[in-house]
């Protein structure tokens, strides 16, 4: 493999944090690793394995020379700057929501679409966590027996919403049992010892904008614009690891037994299913795991070809930087850094 040069742009954030991390733990071919956040964190430092990055800002011209840069800075950030990116020759894995749906950019979840990666033109884009955790444990499924219909309910943890929603809850807690009041900024209501049904922003069908990016992303990434998708969202009093209750159907029968042992093989699955041993998937047995964890597997006796689960992951890890990094991995494997045509997104 060839030695690149990398950026992270928001390597403060919690997920740039982790991106660097990961990049670090899985020995990322990378001759440089340049650590970029907003003019707010320059001069400060960050941690890339044994060694401290100064971060630099982020600007219109800080992607000479870089080969892949993955962006976790928010969309208006990805939306500013990812078209220099593309533009210097440098191949984007964006995190944020920005692109995802833009049908210049491909979607993708390694164990899911990597084909999809042969036809970008600069922008890749890294799917919502909640929808990455649901397709790694449904692939297998859908390749396998057909999936019509998903109903899926998601319990997100805090982290999902950066910084400041582990700050949040963190302090929450604390004034609580300090008799002290509560105040909440990241979201409307107190997030500690709550559950909140609302997860980004409420759309004109009285979704949630999280709740159709998990309908509208299914579909790009299976390829397939029939399936049916309802989801309904929940913010947690959980630090890391989103849980997922899903519920799908099938075109043709598969036992929760076949469907266990599908799933033991599948590649970033693990089975932890045997509810006689109390086995189970958790957050706590999910945070700073790469597996998608599956359990409580069981047909769902109300229907003819029907399963239900409950799937867990790390929603910083496999639903953001893990992913973001297997891409890139991806990229490199397949020969696919550069961009051909570098104005596609120049509009
Ligand atoms: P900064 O720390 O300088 O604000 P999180 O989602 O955990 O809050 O992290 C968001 C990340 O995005 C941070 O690293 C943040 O940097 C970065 N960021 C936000 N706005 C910009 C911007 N305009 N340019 C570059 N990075 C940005």
């Not at 003019?39 to 400060?44: I, L």
């Not at 164990?111 to 990666?117: A, F, G, I, K, S």
């Not at 909640?130 to 998601?154: C, E, F, H, N």
């Amino acid at each position: 493999m060839n030695k690149l040069t990398v950026a992270v742009c928001g390597a403060t954030g919690a997920v740039g944090r982790e991106m660097l991390k990961t990049l670090n733990e899985r020995n990322f071919p990378a001759t440089e690793v340049i650590a970029y956040a907003s003019s707010r964190s320059a001069g400060s430092q960050v941690e890339f394995g044994d060694k401290q990055l100064t971060v630099r800002e982020l600007k219109e011209d800080s992607f000479e020379g870089v080969d892949i840069a993955i962006f976790s800075a928010g969309g208006a950030t990805s939306t500013k700057f990812s078209p220099f990116a593309a533009h210097a020759g440098c191949v984007v894995v964006d995190n944020s929501a920005a692109w995802r749906m833009d049908d210049r950019c491909p979607l993708v979840v390694p164990e899911v679409n990597p084909e999809d990666l042969a036809w970008h033109n600069g922008i890749i884009a890294n799917p919502n966590c909640s929808t990455i955790q649901m397709l790694v444990a449904l692939k297998p499924i859908y390749d396998a027996v057909g999936i019509k219909r998903i109903v899926v309910s998601t319990y997100q943890a805090v982290s999902g919403t950066g910084q400041k929603g582990i700050a949040e809850l963190e302090k929450q807690v604390r004034d609580l049992f300090n008799g002290r009041d509560i105040e909440h900024n990241a979201y409307p209501y107190q997030i500690a010892f709550n559950l909140l049904p609302h997860i980004d922003i409420f759309l004109e069908n009285d979704y949630t904008k999280e709740e159709m990016k998990m309908v509208n992303e299914t579909r790009k990434m299976f390829h397939d614009d029939k399936i049916g998708v309802t989801a309904t969202c929940v913010r947690v009093p959980v630090f890391y690891g989103h849980g997922e209750s899903v519920n799908i159907e099938t075109e043709r029968k598969m036992t929760a037994k076949e469907c266990r042992m599908l799933l033991s093989q599948a590649p970033g699955v693990r089975v932890l299913d045997n509810p006689r041993e109390l086995l189970y998937p958790m957050p706590l047995a999910c945070a700073g795991q790469d597996d998608t964890l599956v359990g409580r597997i069981r047909e769902d006796e109300t229907i003819e070809n029907g399963l239900n689960m409950w799937i867990c992951a790390d929603n910083i890890r496999k639903g953001a930087a893990l992913n973001a990094v297997q891409i890139a991995e991806e990229l490199v494997r397949r020969d696919l850094l550069g961009v051909r045509n570098k104005n596609v997104f120049m509009d």
